[in-house]
């Protein structure tokens, strides 16, 4: 018989960037323990983190990691906050010593949308003006545009969603490319263009799905939260970056699915002009077993506590295996000289 476990504080303190859009996901979170724990009670403390304190740099630039993550994660070693909810996407693979990822929820629409002034309206990608002029702070996106639209000029965007949108509103942008999830969160489904499908724009490692960061003890409150799917998904896709050692400084794009027991891992990486790739994809039984030797205690920062350890282990080898082949066809060799190129103009 399963052991009820129960949160031992009366009140919480949660850590959330300032956004409008954390605030929203993180009552999210919130909403899902006020029904679990109706005793308890969440304050949320919001704080600035370095990556929304410099707006005047493209993200690969200012040459930190943890850009939107550093400053919570501080709170939460120093006792300031009790745990923090996070865009799985803007985690690093590798956490601070004890520290973890105690649950991710279900994963929003984890696709690409792009937005477009309103003159171009009922306009594609691929029907766009020439010299159309698109913004986005992602590598991953600029090189997929550079590559599959070449008439279309990309230009760096920062800022909040509200920042970008306005920009884009009063036309210093044809089109911005967002996040699907972070835009239906905002309630601005009437802002999309067109949801960019996987042939137009593979997606960002974890987009769409949220993650609650904890403590390393304290990881039992929040197992119930997991959605096994999206947690199988999410941790092949990071055991994959982690192997490559990509994040901001290179264009790593994934696709993965779930289904009948069978998980499926797209991956590719791309020259910052887009024109050299790696591309390949790999897939699994989920229940097949695997060398227990591998099982580790986090995976990719990851508790599997609640969850079957055996399917975690096999989805995070999935990931892994499918790093190293595609590192056999160079794709450590593309991510190292984008690293390089963008060393060489900060």
């Known amino acids: ?199 137009e724009m593979m997606y960002a490692v974890g987009q769409g799905a949220l993650a609650v960061e904890c403590r390393s003890k304290d990881c039992k409150y929040f197992s119930s939260l997991n959605h096994e799917e999206t947690v199988l998904r999410t941790i092949a896709e990071r055991s994959l970056l982690c ?7 290179a264009p790593v794009a994934v696709c993965s699915e779930y289904k009948d027991e069978t998980l499926k891992l797209t991956a590719a990486v791309w020259s910052l002009d887009g024109q050299i790739t790696v591309h390949m994809d790999a897939e699994c039984d989920i229940n097949e077993k695997v060398d227990e030797s591998k099982r580790l205690p986090l995976y990719c920062g990851i508790s599997d506590c609640g969850l079957n350890q055996q399917k975690v282990l096999r989805a995070f080898c999935l990931g892994s295996d499918l790093a190293k082949s595609m590192s056999e066809k160079g794709a450590l060799r593309i991510i190292e000289e984008a690293k390089a190129s963008i060393a060489a103009t900060i």
């Open 1 to 199: 018989m399963a052991v009820q476990v129960v949160m031992d504080k009366k009140v919480y303190r949660v850590g959330s960037r300032e956004s409008e859009l954390a605030l929203i996901q993180t009552n999210l979170v919130i909403e899902y323990l006020q029904e679990k724990y109706p005793k308890c009670k969440f304050d949320i403390v919001t704080m600035s983190t370095l990556g929304d304190q410099i707006l005047d740099k493209p993200l690969p630039k200012i040459g930190e990691k943890s850009l939107f993550t550093k400053e919570l994660e501080t709170a939460l070693e120093n006792g300031s906050v009790d745990f923090v909810v996070h865009s799985l996407k803007d985690m690093p693979t590798s956490l601070p010593n004890g520290l973890a990822i105690g649950a991710i929820l279900e994963r929003e629409d984890p696709r690409d949308a792009i937005l477009l002034n309103t003159k171009l309206r009922g306009s594609t990608l691929s029907s766009l003006p020439e010299n159309s002029v698109i913004g986005t702070s992602s590598l991953r996106r600029t090189a997929q545009l550079r590559r599959k639209y070449p008439h279309l000029v990309i230009k760096d965007i920062r800022g909040n969603l509200q920042t970008r949108l306005r920009k884009l509103e009063q036309g210093h942008y044809d089109g911005i490319v967002l996040a699907a999830a972070g835009v239906n969160r905002m309630g601005w489904e009437h802002h999309i263009s067109k949801i960019l499908d996987n042939d």
């Open 243 to 249: 192997a490559l050692g990509g994040g901001c400084s």
